[in-house]
């Protein structure tokens, strides 16, 4: 997070637009003036390639900044290795300041396990081109050659001894320079700092009541927003006398635009009361317009689609003799931050500044620029940290509802965060999807062909475009909801992992896009990955019951790429997998695999489950990855967040679905939207870690999570001795499989 | 005004009787840890101990707390001087995105006081009021183990500073 947020009024007056975008504007400059077709410097130096929009060396030490936001995956912490590793300085001697419009360079959105491939990277290249320029410097001021001189500790170093600090070497703009397209890395051998368990370094605040999320912060003069959100989709505010409103305790101010109706008040909990007040004193006029919740494989497949024929082998020869189908559904699901949402906004000299746990601050930016109708340099987003956000969740829409407010009161912070029932009724959930496969083996019993259609919606609602923002779909003289587009491949959106991984002699896959969203939908941790992993890996583990052989060893024998076999190999190692086994009385064993996106980090897990064959109750019981994400950084971070993504794929596999009915959503808390509690956690949880030195980065932040759902469908399906297609695999879905 | 003693000090608090613990501590002490996650008792993030229970503030009025004595995670320890179910969560690393973790920590600090040995299914049973979303879970029962650990060797050395 970019701290300390208790800021004071020096501070935030500075932080008020003050600070000029130096870089960006150089940015645009270099874009411009780029050959095109030439060769780009790696990572995000492509797009934003001066060294000092990553590297600083300055009175205030060395800095290293990124345009990623941490959301808790803590890559801060990786970045600050990687940043001292390569510049030759300890750990301590970085700062690391993340994503901001007014300091950072503009990285997009902080999402698709891309922030060590693209921030990371660009860091790697900065910080050993910033030590090379140091060196070059030395050796000019020495008048001796580069190659006799060498870096230690923060000195370039001559060889009778002579020191220079990089402090007293960095002058002027030298560092203000496009990266070259190479850099001379560090040996991956050498290495002090990274691929080390570094312990992060936002732990300590967190553990200890430190001020580390935006929802702590405290601004002076700051008062507090609650909204009264419409009880449905395109409900419309018919009535609402809000005197009796303003006459309450401590109320500054009622803002009602449109649909859109907060109240401001100087204490939280007063905001809290006049907000229930508000709430009855406001009428809505609701339409039904929800889809049957019950019937969601007849009810995606029935939308139009644009259907693309994705990928496609075809050898004629060989053919298949015994074939499978199946169908696979997905509910729409939540993304459950256990912090709603939550943004500090202020308006200062026409300038909006908005803290905001937000994935993307430049595109937010723009969001919220659009729907107060003002250039982008009249706002500034500064990412501070929130609760875990798993993807799109109300992160954005809370920004701009502070700004929507705090324009109403100039020069006034005002903090707002949403209420339970707000952030599970409004957040954008993870698209509902359906997926149909068909296969066939032959005499060997490998797969002779292949079919995989998937029906899906895009999976990102994310602004730019000030109309994804609920605000200003609420406000009056409302902003339009930009038409959805499915997300390009090779990464994909619906279609994410959809073209298998294995080797196939006949393959057909279908995406069926589906424009029309019945309920608000976006990005949610490994998109389309998590439902085509789960189906693919499932209708493999089924395969290779049809053909007699061993889950573990069926995939193998369609599997070319030797990480991707090295990793299935690891885990049904570590796990103890052998051929044949057979799991004890009540419980089951399941393998799943796949590489993210097909072109990020491999991930397999070997799961065991047991399930209550009285109540139907599923449980895992234990569970072995091994990943591969390229070159680690830090293997701790990448432990903590395959065991995160086991753990929440789990639940999600197990136990999650939004519901509504044909007017409102009704899974509006942790009672009707349950997940994971320490009851159902399992025994044990071991990540092992293949590394690659000197690879690239993969990242890990969603790799996990497709095959943790199909490990456990198929440990569950070898538990109970029926196969469950439907996510998500309830306890009386199981019992009445088992029953019938 | 009503006096509430909080982390050994006694204040005076200007807010209204039916405000629950959660906005008296973070609105009027300007306390960080509790955290605010639901405002229902369901989800933990803002557990912090009553008279040596875990309480759930968001669902606790004022009014309730005549005379009794509150302890946040911020009576602890501090970073340089963690407390031992601080320096246990932070050797254990058991934070993702750590929003749920004041709330985690304080039930596993109430238990820990009550029973200084707790078994793994003690730990379980306890902590299921509160939620993870990351799925830090794994890392969060190591943390307690370890503390409850570090406890019993400070109190060997230190004679009881464990809080």
């Given amino acids: 997070m970019n701290g300390p947020v208790n800021l004071d009024r020096r501070q935030v007056l500075a932080g008020g637009g003050a600070l000029v975008v130096s870089f960006s504007l150089s940015d645009a400059f270099a874009q411009e003036h780029a050959a095109a077709g030439a060769p780009k410097p790696p990572g995000s130096l492509a797009t934003s390639p001066y060294l000092d929009a990553w590297i600083r060396i300055d009175a205030d030490g060395i800095t290293a900044f990124t345009g990623k936001a941490e959301l808790g995956q803590g890559f801060k912490t990786a970045f600050q290795q990687i940043a001292a590793e390569e510049l030759d300085v300890p750990f301590e001697a970085i700062k690391v300041v993340t994503a901001d419009t007014g300091r950072t360079a503009n990285e997009g959105y902080t999402a698709g396990s891309h922030s060590m491939q693209d921030s990371g990277t660009a860091i790697l290249n900065a910080a050993a081109q910033v030590r090379a320029l140091l060196i070059a410097e030395a050796a000019r001021r020495l008048d001796l050659p580069a190659e006799n001189l060498r870096t230690d500790n923060g000195s370039v170093v001559a060889p009778d001894g002579r020191r220079f600090g990089y402090g007293d070497l960095v002058a002027g703009d030298m560092l203000h320079v496009q990266a070259e397209v190479k850099s001379n890395l560090k040996d991956p051998a ?32 700051m008062v507090h927003a609650r909204l009264v959100r419409p009880p449905s989709y395109g409900a419309e505010l018919t009535e609402c006398d809000t005197s009796s409103i303003e006459k309450l305790p401590g109320v500054v101010k009622v803002v009602r635009n449109g649909n859109f109706l907060a109240v401001v008040a100087k204490k939280e909990f007063q905001a809290i009361k006049a907000m229930r007040a508000l709430s009855t004193v406001a009428k809505w006029n609701e339409k039904a317009g929800l889809p049957n919740q019950n019937d969601l494989l ?40 256990i912090g709603p949402s939550c943004a500090v906004a202020q308006l200062n000299n026409d300038v909006m500044t908005v803290w905001t746990h937000t994935q993307g601050v430049y595109p937010d930016r723009q969001g919220v620029a659009e729907m107060l109708r003002v250039p982008p340099a009249k706002v500034r987003l500064i990412h501070v940290e929130g609760s875990g956000c798993y993807g799109h969740n109300g992160a954005d829409d809370a920004a701009a509802d502070a700004a929507l407010i705090a324009r109403e009161l100039p020069g006034i912070p005002v903090r707002v965060q949403w209420m339970r029932e707000q952030e599970h009724g409004w957040e954008p959930y993870g698209p509902a999807m359906v997926t149909k496969l068909k296969a066939s083996l032959d005499d060997s019993g490998a797969i002779a062909s292949w079919n995989f259609e998937v029906w899906s919606n895009t999976h990102s609602m994310r602004p730019g475009g000030g109309g994804c923002m609920l605000a200003a779909q609420h406000m009056a003289n409302p902003l339009p909801i930009p038409e959805p587009k499915p997300l390009p491949l090779p990464e994909g959106g619906g279609d994410r992992n959809a073209i298998p991984i294995y080797k196939f002699p006949n393959a057909h896959v279908v995406h069926h896009f589906i424009p029309s969203m019945p309920v608000r939908i976006s990005a949610m941790r490994a998109l389309g990955a998590y439902h085509n992993v789960f189906s693919i890996e499932s209708f493999m583990s089924e395969l290779a019951e049809l053909a007699g052989a061993d889950p573990v060893e069926f995939r193998l024998k369609h599997l070319d790429d030797p990480r991707a076999r090295d990793v299935v190999e690891k885990a049904a190692k570590e796990f103890g997998w052998q051929k044949g ?10 393998f799943a695999f796949a590489r993210y996106k097909n072109l990020a980090a491999y991930c397999a897990i070997a799961s065991e489950v047991e399930i209550n064959r009285e109540t139907g109750r599923p449980r895992l019981v234990r569970a072995v990855a091994a990943v591969d994400s390229g070159q680690v950084v830090n293997p701790d971070g990448i432990a903590n967040q395959v065991e995160g993504a086991i753990l929440q794929s789990m639940s999600w596999t197990l136990y999650e679905a939004v519901t509504f009915d044909d007017v409102r959503i009704t899974s509006i808390d942790w009672q009707t939207y349950p997940i994971l509690r320490f009851d159902a956690v399992p025994e044990k949880v071991d990540v092992h870690i293949i590394n690659r030195p000197g690879q690239p980065f993969l990242g890990s932040g969603e790799t996990g999570q497709g095959p943790a759902a199909a490990s456990v469908a198929n440990a569950v399906a070898n538990a109970a001795g029926k196969r469950l297609r439907d996510l998500p695999l309830t306890r009386l879905k199981i019992k009445d499989a088992i029953d019938a | 005004m009503t006096t509430l003693k909080v982390n050994g000090h006694d204040h005076e608090i200007d807010a209204d009787p039916d405000t629950p613990l959660l906005y008296v501590l973070r609105d009027e002490l300007k306390l960080n840890a509790a955290k605010f996650g639901c405002g229902l008792g369901q989800c933990g993030a803002c557990t912090v101990i009553v008279d040596g229970k875990a309480v759930l503030s968001c669902v606790t009025p004022l009014l309730l707390l005549k005379g009794k004595e509150v302890t946040t995670l911020e009576g602890l320890g501090t970073v340089e001087k963690p407390a031992p179910i601080q320096r246990a969560f932070i050797e254990e690393q058991a934070a993702q995105c750590g929003y749920c973790i004041a709330g985690m920590m304080m039930r596993a600090q109430a238990l820990l006081q009550r029973t200084p040995k707790p078994t793994d299914a003690q730990i379980r049973s306890e902590l299921q009021t509160n939620l993870c979303r990351c799925g830090t879970h794994m890392r969060i029962l190591r943390a307690v183990h370890r503390a409850a650990h570090l406890m019993d060797t400070a109190e060997l050395t230190t004679n009881g500073s464990a809080q």
């Fill in chain 1, 190 to 221: 050498t290495y002090k700092v990274m691929g080390q368990p570094v312990p992060r370094v936002d732990i300590p605040a967190k553990v200890t009541g430190g001020a580390a999320y935006v929802q702590d912060m405290r601004l002076p003069g």
């Fill in chain 1, 298 to 337: 007849h009810v995606i497949t029935g939308l139009p689609s644009k259907d693309s024929v994705i990928f496609e082998v075809s050898n004629p020869a060989v053919s298949g003799q015994r074939t499978l189908e199946a169908t696979y559904t997905r509910p729409y699901q939540s993304h459950g931050s």
């Fill in chain 1, 581 to 590: 086994q057979k799991a004890p009385q009540d419980h089951g064993y399941g």
